[in-house]
C-alpha cells in the first residue's frame, strides 16, 4: 500500500526546542495507521505545534501494525502511533523482538463491537428492549446462542480484530468470555500463534480500513476495531455496532506514541519537544468541551490522515456513536484525547495489557507481580511525559491543573471497577486480578 506523506519546508531557522537543550535531530518522519484516534498527530502538525517546538515533521501512512512497528524498530521511522500492547509486547520479546518506550498516551475509548446484519437479527432476541430500542451495554451473553447454533451447524465463528497485542483483541476477548464464550488461547512455544486453542469464536486478524469490507463479504461475522471503521459499517447498511470499548472498560488506555528505547537515549530534548506538542493538541482536541472537534475531523477526514467521509468520522467524533441505523446515542466520552489525564502513561495501563497477555497464553508462564510492575517501569515513561509537562506549564501554554500532581503521582490508578462484569482492577495486584476471571489462565496454568 503506497504511504501518503505530508510535508513542510518551513521557512524560520528551528529552535533550540526543548529548554534543556539544543534538539538533535530536527527532521522527523512519523508513522500512523488511518484511524481517528491519530488526530494529536495531524492536529499538532497541522496547527503548528511541531513547528513551535523547531521540528520539521513527515506524517505518513503505514499499511499495518506490524509494517508500523518493523520501520519504527529498524529506524525508518522515528516514533509512531501504536497499539498500547505493541511496546510492551516488543520489549518482552513476543511478536517482533525491540526495547521501546512510550511517554505519551493518544487517547481514551474509540473502539467499538461491529456484527453482521444477519448476527444482530438473532442476538436482538437475546436482547432487552426498552421504547423499542436496546438496552445498552449489550452483553455477549445475547451472542452466546448465535454462536452455539452456528457450531452446532458446523460453521466456526468468525470474528476480526486488528493485531494479536491490540486493545481491540482484549476487549473484544474480554467482552466474549463475560458472556461466557471463551475466545482461546496462544501457545507460542508450541508455534500455536493463532490464538484459537478451545476457541467457541475464532478470532483473527484485519486491518482496520478492510474490516467492513471483510464483514460484507461474510468472512468474518462481526469485528473489533477503531474509528470510523464501526460506523462505516452502519453507513452502509452492513453491520450494527453493538457496543462500545467504553461500556466494556470505562476511560480505557487505547493508543500510545511509541518510540524504541535507543532512539529515546539519543534524542531526549527532540523526545521532549514532540512530546510537547502532542500535549498541545490533544489538549486542543478536548478544549471547551469538544468544541474543535468539527474542525479536527474536517482535517481528519483528508485522504493523507483517515480518508473517510467527514459525516462518517462526525458520528463518534463529537459526542454521538450510532448503533442501529437511526439509534444515535449521546456518549461524550467515547473519544476523549486530554481530560481525565487521558495523556498521561499509567503504569497501571501497562499491566493490565500485560494481564491480558498472561490471561490468553501470549505469556505462557507465571509471573509475580514485581515482574509486571518491573516491565511497565521499563516501557511506559512517565517521567519524562512530566519534563514535558513541566515546560509548557512555565511558558504559560498550559496550567499545572491540567495535569495530575506530578509530586504525588505514583504512576498508579485508583482501583477500577466500571467494567462490562464488574471485576475490580487494581494495577498493583495483577495475579489477584488474573484469577478473579472464570476463563482465562491464572496462577500456574498453561495453554
Given at each position: 500500500?503506497?504511504?501518503?506523506?505530508?510535508?513542510?519546508?518551513?521557512?524560520?531557522?528551528?529552535?533550540?526546542?526543548?529548554?534543556?537543550?539544543?534538539?538533535?535531530?530536527?527532521?522527523?518522519?512519523?508513522?500512523?495507521?488511518?484511524?481517528?484516534?491519530?488526530?494529536?498527530?495531524?492536529?499538532?502538525?497541522?496547527?503548528?505545534?511541531?513547528?513551535?517546538?523547531?521540528?520539521?515533521?513527515?506524517?505518513?501512512?503505514?499499511?499495518?501494525?506490524?509494517?508500523?512497528?518493523?520501520?519504527?524498530?529498524?529506524?525508518?521511522?522515528?516514533?509512531?502511533?501504536?497499539?498500547?500492547?505493541?511496546?510492551?509486547?516488543?520489549?518482552?520479546?513476543?511478536?517482533?523482538?525491540?526495547?521501546?518506550?512510550?511517554?505519551?498516551?493518544?487517547?481514551?475509548?474509540?473502539?467499538?463491537?461491529?456484527?453482521?446484519?444477519?448476527?444482530?437479527?438473532?442476538?436482538?432476541?437475546?436482547?432487552?428492549?426498552?421504547?423499542?430500542?436496546?438496552?445498552?451495554?449489550?452483553?455477549?451473553?445475547?451472542?452466546?446462542?448465535?454462536?452455539?447454533?452456528?457450531?452446532?451447524?458446523?460453521?466456526?465463528?468468525?470474528?476480526?480484530?486488528?493485531?494479536?497485542?491490540?486493545?481491540?483483541?482484549?476487549?473484544?476477548?474480554?467482552?466474549?468470555?463475560?458472556?461466557?464464550?471463551?475466545?482461546?488461547?496462544?501457545?507460542?512455544?508450541?508455534?500455536?500463534?493463532?490464538?484459537?486453542?478451545?476457541?467457541?469464536?475464532?478470532l483473527s486478524v484485519t486491518p482496520p480500513p478492510q474490516m467492513p469490507a471483510t464483514l460484507e463479504a461474510g468472512t468474518i461475522y462481526g469485528y473489533c476495531v477503531g474509528e470510523p471503521w464501526n460506523q462505516q459499517a452502519v453507513f452502509k447498511g452492513i453491520g450494527v455496532p453493538v457496543i462500545t470499548d467504553?461500556?466494556?472498560?470505562?476511560?480505557?488506555?487505547?493508543?500510545?506514541?511509541?518510540?524504541?528505547?535507543?532512539?529515546?537515549?539519543?534524542?531526549?530534548?527532540?523526545?521532549?519537544?514532540?512530546?510537547?506538542?502532542?500535549?498541545?493538541?490533544?489538549?486542543?482536541?478536548?478544549?471547551?468541551?469538544?468544541?474543535?472537534?468539527?474542525?479536527?475531523?474536517?482535517?481528519?477526514?483528508?485522504?493523507?490522515?483517515?480518508?473517510?467521509?467527514?459525516?462518517?468520522?462526525?458520528?463518534?467524533?463529537?459526542?454521538?456513536?450510532?448503533?442501529?441505523?437511526?439509534?444515535?446515542?449521546?456518549?461524550?466520552?467515547?473519544?476523549?484525547?486530554?481530560?481525565?489525564?487521558?495523556?498521561?502513561?499509567?503504569?497501571?495501563?501497562?499491566?493490565?495489557?500485560?494481564?491480558?497477555?498472561?490471561?490468553?497464553?501470549?505469556?505462557?508462564?507465571?509471573?509475580?507481580?514485581?515482574?509486571?510492575?518491573?516491565?511497565?517501569?521499563?516501557?511506559?515513561?512517565?517521567?519524562?511525559?512530566?519534563?514535558?509537562?513541566?515546560?509548557?506549564?512555565?511558558?504559560?501554554?498550559?496550567?499545572?491543573?491540567?495535569?495530575?500532581?506530578?509530586?504525588?503521582?505514583?504512576?498508579?490508578?485508583?482501583?477500577?471497577?466500571?467494567?462490562?462484569?464488574?471485576?475490580?482492577?487494581?494495577?498493583?495486584?495483577?495475579?489477584?486480578?488474573?484469577?478473579?476471571?472464570?476463563?482465562?489462565?491464572?496462577?500456574?496454568?498453561?495453554?
Amino acid at each position: 500500500m503506497a504511504a501518503f506523506m505530508l510535508g513542510t519546508s518551513l521557512a524560520t531557522a528551528p529552535l533550540a526546542g526543548a529548554a534543556g537543550g539544543a534538539l538533535e535531530k530536527e527532521d522527523l518522519k512519523l508513522g500512523f495507521i488511518k484511524l481517528t484516534d491519530m488526530a494529536p498527530l495531524a492536529i499538532a502538525y497541522e496547527k503548528g505545534f511541531f513547528e513551535d517546538e523547531g521540528l520539521y515533521v513527515t506524517l505518513e501512512a503505514q499499511a499495518n501494525w506490524k509494517i508500523l512497528l518493523d520501520r519504527v524498530v529498524t529506524g525508518e521511522l522515528d516514533g509512531a502511533h501504536m497499539l498500547a500492547g505493541q511496546p510492551l509486547a516488543a520489549t518482552i520479546g513476543f511478536g517482533t523482538q525491540a526495547d521501546m518506550v512510550t511517554a505519551f498516551s493518544m487517547d481514551l475509548n474509540g473502539n467499538g463491537i461491529t456484527v453482521s446484519n444477519a448476527v444482530w437479527e438473532e442476538m436482538k432476541k437475546n436482547v432487552p428492549m426498552k421504547d423499542g430500542k436496546p438496552v445498552h451495554p449489550i452483553k455477549a451473553d445475547a451472542l452466546k446462542p448465535v454462536v452455539q447454533k452456528y457450531r452446532a451447524e458446523g460453521k466456526p465463528f468468525n470474528m476480526g480484530m486488528v493485531f494479536p497485542v491490540s486493545t481491540h483483541n482484549y476487549e473484544l476477548r474480554y467482552w466474549l468470555a463475560a458472556g461466557g464464550i471463551h475466545p482461546g488461547y496462544y501457545a507460542p512455544s508450541k508455534g500455536d500463534t493463532s490464538g484459537q486453542i478451545k476457541a467457541d469464536v475464532l478470532l483473527s486478524v484485519t486491518p482496520p480500513p478492510q474490516m467492513p469490507a471483510t464483514l460484507e463479504a461474510g468472512t468474518i461475522y462481526g469485528y473489533c476495531v477503531g474509528e470510523p471503521w464501526n460506523q462505516q459499517a452502519v453507513f452502509k447498511g452492513i453491520g450494527v455496532p453493538v457496543i462500545t470499548d467504553y461500556e466494556i472498560w470505562k476511560n480505557n488506555p487505547e493508543k500510545v506514541f511509541g518510540v524504541t528505547k535507543e532512539w529515546a537515549e539519543k534524542n531526549p530534548n527532540t523526545h521532549k519537544a514532540m512530546l510537547k506538542a502532542m500535549i498541545r493538541a490533544a489538549a486542543w482536541l478536548d478544549e471547551n468541551n469538544n468544541a474543535n472537534r468539527m474542525d479536527a475531523v474536517k482535517i481528519l477526514a483528508r485522504p493523507q490522515y483517515v480518508g473517510a467521509d467527514a459525516k462518517v468520522i462526525a458520528n463518534s467524533m463529537t459526542g454521538t456513536f450510532e448503533y442501529e441505523k437511526g439509534d444515535k446515542r449521546a456518549v461524550p466520552d467515547f473519544n476523549v484525547f486530554f481530560r481525565y489525564n487521558a495523556t498521561y502513561p499509567y503504569y497501571s495501563d501497562a499491566v493490565w495489557y500485560l494481564t491480558q497477555m498472561r490471561r490468553w497464553g501470549q505469556i505462557e508462564e507465571n509471573k509475580p507481580d514485581s515482574w509486571y510492575k518491573e516491565v511497565a517501569k521499563k516501557v511506559y515513561r512517565p517521567d519524562i511525559y512530566a519534563e514535558a509537562a513541566k515546560e509548557l506549564i512555565a511558558e504559560g501554554k498550559l496550567k499545572a491543573s491540567d495535569f495530575p500532581d506530578f509530586a504525588k503521582e505514583s504512576g498508579f490508578r485508583a482501583p477500577q471497577s466500571e467494567f462490562i462484569d464488574g471485576i475490580e482492577y487494581d494495577g498493583s495486584q495483577p495475579n489477584a486480578y488474573l484469577k478473579k476471571f472464570a476463563i482465562g489462565l491464572k496462577g500456574n496454568d498453561k495453554p
